[in-house]
């Protein structure tokens, strides 16, 4: 008894200190211009005479901003591509919560210091990524940003203006790898097996392969990696541990944030665990309504669930998220999802 009545004391302490360091560490970096190498991961695109990309400095990645001055534009995207080059930047966050992402403002990039950077396996990833962008404008495939953002949750190549409208209309979620993905992942794997009569333990095998890799195709979004440890347990575990689906919920969100606490203040983890459990606390009232009911019950449940963490994020309420997610969530999960992952193995 007395050890659980410690449980929220010590999970309390263990999670306001990681948010403490953070912080400190974060108004370290925000408040310098430094020198220093930085690898940058892909092609970046041109938007508002500024180039976007990703780049990564030491184990972190960063979006960058690089205001184009007088130089060649097409120059500088092919020289620095999957090069390492000293830079002179601010590191800024665009909201002043403490795990919001840092964005680098580059003022200036030594063109002359740039080198070939070693392989590693996240780069390999990378590279793939830009590969098939590449490969989707070689066949003049309409929306290749975005195609990749479906996939991936990589939002880089697509313009904050488009981003923006996407929030504004309560669908930003479909970019943001989640359950959604997941079960539609696993849907389209069930769907090109059974004709053939596969073995449902190959079927599960195949599963909890495919599932893990694409986790870390997502570069292990905490929405991505809620929604496969979920599928995961539901799979492996027997049906009598697995029967009550927030018992799976609290096993992952303990899993996750005892292997890394930050993940519990993530916007994307966030959304992820509290709509979710919304969703499975109202089972009851969803598992005897008709297919139309339901759909609109699940919109309006996720759309309650989101409000509490919208609210204090972006300070409003989308409720035309409710209407529009009734047409986009399963337009997205039965036809455009499916569509992008014929895509993406078709350019291969």
Not at 156 to 177: F, M, R, V
Not at 201 to 209: E, G, L
Not at 236 to 262: D, E, G, H, I, Q
Not at 317 to 344: C, E, K, M, R
Request: aromatic letters at 14%; charged letters at 15%; glycine letters at 4%.
């Amino acid at each position: 008894m007395l050890f659980i009545l410690l449980i929220p004391v010590l999970s309390t302490s263990y999670f306001q200190h990681h948010l403490k360091v953070t912080i400190e560490q974060r108004t370290f970096l925000t408040k310098q211009t430094i020198h220093t190498q930085a690898y940058f991961i892909n092609k970046p695109v041109l938007n508002n005479q500024k180039l976007i990309g990703k780049v990564k400095i030491g184990k972190r990645t960063f979006k960058y901003y690089y205001r184009i001055k007088s130089e060649n534009v097409g120059k500088i995207q092919a020289k620095i591509v999957r090069q390492k080059c000293y830079i002179d930047t601010t590191i800024q966050s665009l909201n002043n919560h403490p795990y919001s992402q840092l964005s680098l403002f580059i003022n200036n990039i030594d063109l002359n210091s740039c080198s070939n950077s070693k392989i590693t396996y996240s780069n390999i990833l990378d590279y793939h990524k830009q590969y098939v962008l590449d490969r989707l404008k070689h066949f003049q495939i309409k929306y290749p940003g975005k195609i990749i953002a479906l996939i991936s949750g990589d939002t880089t190549a697509i313009s904050d203006d488009d981003i923006e409208k996407y929030k504004e209309i309560g669908i930003y979620h479909l970019l943001a790898i989640s359950g959604t993905h997941i079960g539609a992942l696993v849907s389209i794997i069930y769907f090109l097996l059974k004709p053939i009569k596969c073995p449902i333990v190959i079927v599960k095998s195949i599963i909890c392969v495919v599932l893990p890799l694409y986790v870390f195709y997502t570069d292990l979004a905490p929405s991505a990696i809620r929604a496969a440890m979920t599928c995961l347990l539901l799979i492996l575990l027997s049906k009598s541990l697995a029967r009550n689906a927030l018992n799976l919920l609290s096993v992952a969100f303990v899993l996750m944030t005892s292997f890394y606490p930050p993940f519990v203040y993530h916007i994307g983890f966030q959304f992820s665990f509290l709509i979710t459990f919304f969703i499975l606390f109202a089972l009851p009232i969803l598992e005897n309504a008709h297919w139309v009911k339901k759909t609109i019950y699940i919109s309006l449940i996720a759309q309650l669930g989101s409000f509490i963490i919208s609210a204090i994020y972006f300070n409003h309420i989308q409720w035309i998220g409710i209407i529009s997610n009734l047409f986009f969530v399963p337009f997205y999960t039965f036809i455009l999802f499916p569509y992008v992952i014929f895509i993406f193995l078709l350019i291969h």
